[in-house]
């Protein structure tokens, strides 16, 4: 089952604009995580987010956290072409399970 | 270390037919996953090791499949009498963990997946 759904399904941006993506979950979890995947390849950690912490940040890309509403941000700065990829978030509730949303895709256009 | 790797990349079998997929985690690694991942959907649980043992297997995991991790190194993932639904990218991954903690609150490490077609 999908623990978090991501918003919006598909995104397609210029480059140089910011890029953000929310995910929305269901209970109520210990960290939330976002992944990247670029098309065919496995998934690359990007950032994690613990439920007590509200924002944090890692390089160009910034995530915030609302354990009252569920959600979690995933703001890219500055983006590049490079940066076009699937990007997941992740939630984890306290156990060894991880659970993986269905994923953005961001299209950057140079 | 160069990470989690998986064989093969690639592999197209036809109906009925086994197919067993291999990981190797991260070495210092004690907790192994498995997720499948279908065209445009995120990856979806399949089983977890912590060591050598199988804690959970996933409803998906149906008696056709079987996963093994015999030495809590290496994971194999087989399949057996291949339907066309089981069609997608199996996926491994692997994290750390300190012996007798169970909770996982870290990254995990996937590798490069193993695509299967079964025509």
């Known amino acids: 089952s999908q623990q978090g759904e991501e918003d919006p399904q598909a995104l397609s941006i210029q480059e140089g604009e910011n890029a953000t993506m929310n995910c929305s979950y269901k209970t109520s979890i210990n960290n939330l995580q976002w992944y990247r995947q670029n098309s065919g390849r496995g998934l690359v950690h990007l950032i994690l987010i613990r439920s007590n912490e509200r924002e944090k940040h890692s390089g160009r890309l910034r995530v915030t956290l609302d354990t009252s509403k569920k959600s979690s941000s995933l703001l890219i700065t500055a983006s590049r072409a490079a940066d076009t990829a699937s990007y997941f978030c992740a939630t984890n509730t306290g156990g060894f399970k991880t659970i993986f949303g269905a994923g953005t895709r961001l299209f950057v256009k140079a | 270390d160069t990470g989690v790797s998986q064989d093969p990349r690639h592999k197209i079998t036809k109906r009925g037919q086994n197919v067993t997929f291999r990981c190797d985690p991260i070495s210092e690694h004690n907790r192994l996953y498995w997720y499948r991942q279908t065209l445009g959907q995120g990856p979806e649980f399949l089983t977890y090791f912590q060591n050598e043992a199988q804690l959970e297997k996933s409803r998906l995991l149906s008696d056709r499949f079987s996963a093994e991790r015999p030495k809590g190194s290496f994971s194999t993932l087989e399949i057996q009498r291949t339907e066309q639904g089981d069609s997608a990218m199996y996926l491994c991954?692997?994290?750390?963990?300190?012996?007798?903690?169970?909770?996982?609150?870290?990254?995990?490490?996937f590798g490069e997946g193993s695509r299967l077609t079964v025509l």
């Open positions: 991954a692997s994290s750390g963990g300190l012996a007798g903690i169970i909770a996982n609150t870290g990254e995990l490490f």
